[in-house]
Protein backbone atom coordinates (compact mmCIF):
# COMPACT_ATOMS: atom_id res chain seq x y z
CA UNK A 1 0.00 0.00 0.00
CA UNK A 2 2.25 3.05 -1.44
CA UNK A 3 -0.25 4.70 -3.30
CA UNK A 4 -3.45 6.31 -1.74
CA UNK A 5 -6.21 3.34 -2.14
CA UNK A 6 -8.27 5.15 -4.48
CA UNK A 7 -11.40 2.91 -4.17
CA UNK A 8 -11.97 3.35 -0.40
CA UNK A 9 -11.46 7.04 -1.05
CA UNK A 10 -14.11 7.24 -3.65
CA UNK A 11 -16.49 4.48 -1.55
CA UNK A 12 -15.40 7.23 2.03
CA UNK A 13 -16.68 10.19 -0.61
CA UNK A 14 -20.26 8.33 -1.34
CA UNK A 15 -21.00 7.20 1.76
CA UNK A 16 -24.43 7.90 3.51
CA UNK A 17 -23.63 7.08 7.20
CA UNK A 18 -20.61 7.14 9.46
CA UNK A 19 -21.24 3.49 10.16
CA UNK A 20 -20.32 2.71 6.24
CA UNK A 21 -17.26 4.62 6.71
CA UNK A 22 -16.32 3.64 9.41
CA UNK A 23 -17.22 -0.42 8.36
CA UNK A 24 -15.14 0.25 4.96
CA UNK A 25 -11.79 1.90 6.62
CA UNK A 26 -11.69 -0.59 8.90
CA UNK A 27 -11.92 -3.72 6.26
CA UNK A 28 -9.32 -2.19 4.68
CA UNK A 29 -6.99 -1.21 7.45
CA UNK A 30 -7.62 -4.81 9.05
CA UNK A 31 -6.34 -6.45 5.84
CA UNK A 32 -3.54 -4.19 5.26
CA UNK A 33 -1.95 -3.39 9.30
CA UNK A 34 -4.08 -6.00 11.18
CA UNK A 35 -6.33 -3.25 13.15
CA UNK A 36 -9.64 -4.89 14.46
CA UNK A 37 -11.29 -2.01 16.08
CA UNK A 38 -11.39 1.91 15.21
CA UNK A 39 -12.69 4.83 16.79
CA UNK A 40 -13.26 8.41 15.66
CA UNK A 41 -14.63 10.73 18.03
CA UNK A 42 -14.33 14.72 19.01
CA UNK A 43 -14.18 16.29 22.38
CA UNK A 44 -14.80 20.02 22.98
CA UNK A 45 -11.89 20.03 25.75
CA UNK A 46 -8.57 19.10 27.27
CA UNK A 47 -10.34 18.18 30.51
CA UNK A 48 -12.89 15.72 28.33
CA UNK A 49 -15.75 14.17 30.37
CA UNK A 50 -17.33 12.99 27.43
CA UNK A 51 -17.33 12.79 23.86
CA UNK A 52 -18.54 12.26 20.17
CA UNK A 53 -18.07 9.70 18.37
CA UNK A 54 -18.68 9.94 14.35
CA UNK A 55 -18.33 5.64 14.72
CA UNK A 56 -16.79 3.46 17.13
CA UNK A 57 -16.07 -0.10 15.92
CA UNK A 58 -14.87 -1.33 19.39
CA UNK A 59 -16.11 -4.36 20.96
CA UNK A 60 -19.66 -3.73 22.79
CA UNK A 61 -18.18 -4.87 25.85
CA UNK A 62 -15.18 -3.19 25.91
CA UNK A 63 -17.00 0.20 25.00
CA UNK A 64 -19.45 0.03 27.40
CA UNK A 65 -16.61 -1.47 30.38
CA UNK A 66 -14.72 1.86 29.08
CA UNK A 67 -17.91 4.03 30.02
CA UNK A 68 -18.60 2.43 32.99
CA UNK A 69 -15.18 2.17 34.51
CA UNK A 70 -14.80 6.27 33.67
CA UNK A 71 -10.93 5.57 31.93
CA UNK A 72 -12.03 8.48 29.57
CA UNK A 73 -10.33 11.44 31.70
CA UNK A 74 -7.35 9.30 32.84
CA UNK A 75 -6.80 7.76 29.40
CA UNK A 76 -3.33 8.45 28.42
CA UNK A 77 -3.97 7.64 25.03
CA UNK A 78 -6.15 10.64 24.83
CA UNK A 79 -4.18 12.83 26.88
CA UNK A 80 -1.33 12.69 24.45
CA UNK A 81 -4.28 14.16 21.53
CA UNK A 82 -4.17 17.47 23.74
CA UNK A 83 -0.47 18.39 23.41
CA UNK A 84 0.45 17.12 19.78
CA UNK A 85 -1.17 17.19 16.09
CA UNK A 86 1.66 14.68 15.32
CA UNK A 87 0.16 10.89 14.86
CA UNK A 88 1.31 8.62 17.32
CA UNK A 89 1.63 4.97 18.51
CA UNK A 90 0.52 2.72 21.83
CA UNK A 91 4.49 2.48 22.32
CA UNK A 92 5.11 6.29 21.64
CA UNK A 93 2.74 7.31 25.01
CA UNK A 94 4.11 4.16 26.96
CA UNK A 95 7.78 5.70 26.95
CA UNK A 96 6.74 9.13 27.59
CA UNK A 97 7.72 7.77 31.19
CA UNK A 98 5.46 6.77 34.31
CA UNK A 99 1.46 6.29 33.97
CA UNK A 100 -0.93 6.34 36.68
CA UNK A 101 -2.56 3.60 38.52
CA UNK A 102 -5.93 3.85 36.61
CA UNK A 103 -4.50 4.11 33.03
CA UNK A 104 -2.46 0.87 33.99
CA UNK A 105 -5.71 -0.82 35.00
CA UNK A 106 -6.92 0.98 31.07
CA UNK A 107 -4.31 -0.67 29.19
CA UNK A 108 -4.74 -4.07 31.51
CA UNK A 109 -8.20 -4.44 31.00
CA UNK A 110 -7.73 -3.73 26.87
CA UNK A 111 -5.95 -6.15 26.54
CA UNK A 112 -8.80 -8.98 27.99
CA UNK A 113 -10.65 -7.72 24.75
CA UNK A 114 -7.31 -8.42 22.75
CA UNK A 115 -6.30 -5.05 22.43
CA UNK A 116 -2.95 -4.74 22.84
CA UNK A 117 -1.23 -1.87 20.12
CA UNK A 118 -3.00 1.00 19.05
CA UNK A 119 -2.16 4.22 16.37
CA UNK A 120 -3.60 7.65 16.71
CA UNK A 121 -4.47 10.20 14.55
CA UNK A 122 -4.78 13.51 15.89
CA UNK A 123 -7.54 15.96 14.01
CA UNK A 124 -7.38 19.31 15.50
CA UNK A 125 -9.85 22.32 14.35
CA UNK A 126 -9.66 26.33 14.93
CA UNK A 127 -12.24 27.25 17.65
CA UNK A 128 -11.02 24.19 20.27
CA UNK A 129 -12.15 21.06 18.45
CA UNK A 130 -10.31 17.97 19.23
CA UNK A 131 -10.96 15.08 16.98
CA UNK A 132 -8.99 11.51 17.56
CA UNK A 133 -9.17 8.60 15.44
CA UNK A 134 -7.81 5.45 16.91
CA UNK A 135 -7.13 2.26 15.31
CA UNK A 136 -6.63 -1.10 17.40
CA UNK A 137 -5.48 -4.65 17.25
CA UNK A 138 -3.08 -7.04 18.71
CA UNK A 139 -0.34 -6.12 16.76
CA UNK A 140 -0.21 -3.34 14.24
CA UNK A 141 1.96 -4.08 11.11
CA UNK A 142 2.27 0.08 10.22
CA UNK A 143 5.89 -0.34 8.63
CA UNK A 144 6.01 2.61 6.16
CA UNK A 145 2.64 3.16 6.28
CA UNK A 146 2.27 5.39 8.41
CA UNK A 147 1.72 8.38 6.10
CA UNK A 148 -1.04 6.81 3.63
CA UNK A 149 -2.97 5.77 7.06
CA UNK A 150 -2.71 9.15 8.13
CA UNK A 151 -4.04 10.64 5.95
CA UNK A 152 -7.16 8.22 5.53
CA UNK A 153 -7.78 8.21 9.09
CA UNK A 154 -8.31 12.36 8.28
CA UNK A 155 -10.41 12.23 5.63
CA UNK A 156 -12.87 9.45 6.98
CA UNK A 157 -12.80 11.75 10.00
CA UNK A 158 -13.57 14.74 8.08
CA UNK A 159 -16.25 13.02 5.99
CA UNK A 160 -17.72 11.84 9.18
CA UNK A 161 -17.88 15.14 10.85
CA UNK A 162 -19.51 16.51 8.00
CA UNK A 163 -22.51 13.92 7.21
CA UNK A 164 -23.02 14.40 10.99
CA UNK A 165 -23.56 17.94 10.41
CA UNK A 166 -27.13 19.03 8.62
CA UNK A 167 -25.83 22.15 6.98
CA UNK A 168 -23.76 19.64 4.96
CA UNK A 169 -19.85 19.96 3.41
CA UNK A 170 -18.89 23.97 3.94
CA UNK A 171 -17.54 25.44 0.71
CA UNK A 172 -14.57 27.81 0.96
CA UNK A 173 -14.44 30.02 -1.54
CA UNK A 174 -10.25 29.67 -2.76
CA UNK A 175 -8.33 31.93 -4.99
CA UNK A 176 -6.88 30.59 -7.90
CA UNK A 177 -3.50 31.21 -6.17
CA UNK A 178 -4.40 29.26 -3.33
CA UNK A 179 -6.07 26.44 -5.59
CA UNK A 180 -2.35 25.88 -7.08
CA UNK A 181 -0.32 26.30 -4.13
CA UNK A 182 -2.52 23.69 -2.50
CA UNK A 183 -2.44 21.36 -5.53
CA UNK A 184 1.84 21.14 -5.39
CA UNK A 185 1.05 20.53 -1.65
CA UNK A 186 -1.14 17.53 -2.27
CA UNK A 187 1.99 16.48 -4.76
CA UNK A 188 4.29 16.46 -1.80
CA UNK A 189 6.28 19.85 -2.72
CA UNK A 190 7.92 22.51 -0.36
CA UNK A 191 7.08 26.06 -0.50
CA UNK A 192 10.82 26.76 -2.48
CA UNK A 193 9.54 23.89 -5.03
CA UNK A 194 5.85 25.52 -4.90
CA UNK A 195 7.11 28.69 -5.16
CA UNK A 196 10.26 27.82 -8.36
CA UNK A 197 7.06 26.22 -10.19
CA UNK A 198 4.74 28.71 -9.83
CA UNK A 199 7.25 31.96 -10.28
CA UNK A 200 6.36 33.43 -7.21
CA UNK A 201 8.69 33.94 -3.16
CA UNK A 202 7.97 30.62 -1.35
CA UNK A 203 6.87 33.27 1.79
CA UNK A 204 4.18 34.38 -0.91
CA UNK A 205 3.47 30.52 -0.94
CA UNK A 206 3.18 29.82 2.77
CA UNK A 207 1.16 33.31 2.34
CA UNK A 208 -1.61 31.32 0.25
CA UNK A 209 -1.74 27.90 1.88
CA UNK A 210 -2.39 29.59 5.19
CA UNK A 211 -5.61 31.46 3.89
CA UNK A 212 -6.51 28.71 2.56
CA UNK A 213 -6.12 26.77 5.66
CA UNK A 214 -8.16 29.60 7.67
CA UNK A 215 -11.04 29.31 5.21
CA UNK A 216 -11.24 25.61 5.58
CA UNK A 217 -10.46 26.07 9.52
CA UNK A 218 -7.46 23.68 9.21
CA UNK A 219 -4.76 23.51 11.47
CA UNK A 220 -2.80 21.61 8.98
CA UNK A 221 -1.84 21.27 5.32
CA UNK A 222 -3.13 18.03 5.08
CA UNK A 223 -7.12 18.76 6.24
CA UNK A 224 -6.86 21.28 3.89
CA UNK A 225 -5.78 19.40 1.03
CA UNK A 226 -8.79 17.18 2.15
CA UNK A 227 -11.15 19.94 2.23
CA UNK A 228 -10.41 21.37 -0.82
CA UNK A 229 -10.51 17.58 -2.44
CA UNK A 230 -13.94 17.32 -1.19
CA UNK A 231 -15.17 20.82 -2.37
CA UNK A 232 -13.97 19.66 -5.86
CA UNK A 233 -11.01 22.32 -6.28
CA UNK A 234 -8.23 19.47 -6.44
CA UNK A 235 -8.35 15.86 -8.23
CA UNK A 236 -6.37 12.51 -7.08
Known amino acids: ?82 LTRTPYSWQDVMECGPIGSKAQELIGDAGEFDLRDGYFVPVHRTGGSYGLVGLFGRALEMAHLRPVVDF ?26 EIECLKWVSCGKSDTAIGEILGIADGTVNMHIESAKRKYRATTRVQAVIEALRDGYLFL
Not at 15 to 37: M, N, P
Open 1 to 82: MNLLPLSLIAKIDAATSTACIGDDLQDFLEREIGVTAISSLTMNSPTPKSFSAHFNKVPKAWAQHYLDATYLPTDPFVARLF
Open 152 to 177: LCVYAHLKSELLQNAAGPRRAQLSPR
